[in-house]
Each structure stands twice: as C-alpha cells, then as structure tokens.
C-alpha cells in the first residue's frame, strides 16, 4: 500500500468528491502531518510551528463546522504505531463528522472558512483525509 500525505486534492479525488455519494451523514477522519515551521503563502513571518499555525484553523473551523450542522467529533495527537508500518507516523488525528458531503462543501465555500484556511495551508505538511460512512460491522444495539 502507498501512503502520500497532501494538502490539497487531486482533481480526480475532488471530482469523486463532487460526484454522487452517500445520502447521509459522513465522517472525515484527518491524519495531519504539521510543518516543523509555519510557512504562509503571502511571505508572512511567522515564530509559529506548523501545528499552532493548524491550531488557528481548528479553532476557526469547529465555528464554520457549527454553521452546516457538523461537530468535531475526536481529536488527539499520535503517540506511537500500533500495528502495520508506515515510514513516518502522522503528528495529530482528528474527526470531524457532516451532516452529508455537501453540507461540507458547504462549509468550505463559507467566507469564514476561507478566511482561516490560509492557517491550514501554513501549518500542515499534508495529510490523509478519509470519508467514512455510518457502518453496521461497529453497531452494539444490535
């Protein structure tokens, strides 16, 4: 399996994004990979590392999530690799849950949103950003 961290999406992902989907509600699961250095696009100087620089966008988007309906549902940093192997572990894991993909395009398209993105771009190296579906497989009531 090859694993490619980004932080922005290739047209074929985003047009998959755009297409046809799941009706319901969705989770993105984020595993963020932050600069060392926060490095912003206008030349901007900065002190701040990558992840506080990514703590300005999430501070900023848990209020744009609120907006659609959506809410952060877990966030913590990693501390070690379980189980498998990768080359380089990710620094943070975060889950942000959406009433339906559109109301997080929705999102994404908000004044607000593109306002602190800039923060997003300055602070993440890249990552892996995974759409999830409701599953029974995890289901207990059952």
Not at 127 to 140: D, G, H, K
């Amino acid at each position: 399996m090859k694993v490619e961290n980004s932080v922005i999406p290739t047209q074929e992902q985003m047009a998959g994004f755009l297409a046809p989907g799941p009706d319901g509600p969705i989770s993105m699961v984020n595993l963020l990979k932050f600069k060392d250095k926060a490095s912003y696009e206008d030349g901007r100087e900065t002190e701040m590392t990558g992840a506080e620089a990514y703590a300005v966008y999430s501070r900023g988007v848990a209020k744009t999530l609120a907006k659609v309906g959506g809410k952060l549902v877990f966030s913590g940093e990693v501390s070690r690799l379980m189980l498998g192997e990768v080359e380089e572990l990710w620094d943070s894991v975060a889950i942000a849950q959406y009433p339906s993909r559109a109301a997080m395009l929705e999102m994404m398209q908000l004044p607000e949103y593109q306002e602190i993105a800039v923060h997003r771009a300055a602070g993440l190296a890249g990552q892996l950003n995974i759409e999830t579906t409701r599953s029974i497989v995890f289901e207990t009531d059952r």
